[in-house]
């Protein structure tokens, strides 16, 4: 199975809104609706920001929201803060009934 | 609050079994998968495989032919086990739980670094 392509680097000014696109096939990111988000800060473990391609955990801000178009899914976060600096993957599970996970986004605060 | 505390070797030798073990505290163990995901310095994430408590796993095809993840329900622990380890296999190996519908992981372990080095 290939990661799931996603842009290397996406950067932003506090207060605005950056997306990042997370691209598949119709075998994983197209199919089900089982594509995730997570937010890596360096020595920390994953953390959880998206599930089912829209939903938030508790406690994770409603200024991170996902979406689905296709083969293709993204995440947008809002009102960039200094703290969304992070490496952000996502993932999704496949027909096969394995999961895969994207090359990762280092998202940059200006 | 569900807690996945991990531990086992941190380093090995090229052609030797890798082992960790994840047990799960204040949390039901039933009910969910748990995964195995690593993550190689300066990579990205990998998911290795997935097991429930009944013992129903799933692996990455490009490790299937040397892994195994068992469990251990009545102790509430999941364990990795991956054999002929190359340096390639070096790595922040992490625990994981996937709440049944979620299809992600939603609590994880504090990762363990696992050396493979001659």
């Known amino acids: 199975q290939s990661a799931l392509t996603q842009p290397a680097s996406v950067s932003g000014s506090p207060g605005q809104s950056i997306t990042i696109s997370c691209s598949g096939t119709s075998s994983d990111v197209g199919g089900d609706n089982y594509v995730s988000w997570y937010q890596l800060h360096p020595g920390k473990a994953p953390k959880l920001m998206i599930y089912v391609v829209t939903n938030r955990p508790l406690g994770v801000s409603d200024r991170f929201s996902g979406s689905k178009s296709g083969n293709t899914a993204s995440l947008t976060i809002s009102g960039l803060r200094a703290e969304d600096e992070a490496d952000y993957y996502c993932s999704s599970f496949t027909s096969s009934s394995t999961q895969v996970f994207g090359t990762g986004t280092k998202v940059t605060v200006l | 609050q569900v807690q996945l505390q991990q531990w086992g070797a941190g380093l090995l030798k090229p052609s030797e079994t890798l082992s960790l073990t994840c047990a799960v505290y204040?949390?039901?163990?039933?009910?969910?998968?748990w995964s195995w995901i690593r993550q190689p310095p300066g990579k990205g994430l990998e998911w290795i495989g997935e097991?429930?408590?009944?013992?129903?796993?799933n692996y990455n095809p490009s490790l299937k032919r040397r892994v195994t993840i068992s469990v251990d329900t009545s102790k509430k622990q999941v364990s990795l086990r991956l054999r002929s380890v190359t340096a390639a296999d070096t790595a922040v190996y992490y625990c994981?739980?996937?709440?049944?519908?979620?299809?992600?992981?939603?609590?994880w372990g504090q990762g363990t670094l696992v050396t493979v080095s001659s």
């Open positions: 994981a739980r996937m709440p049944r519908g979620y299809y992600a992981q939603d609590s």
């Open positions: 204040g949390g039901p163990f039933s009910g969910y998968f």
């Open positions: 097991i429930n408590h009944s013992g129903d796993t």
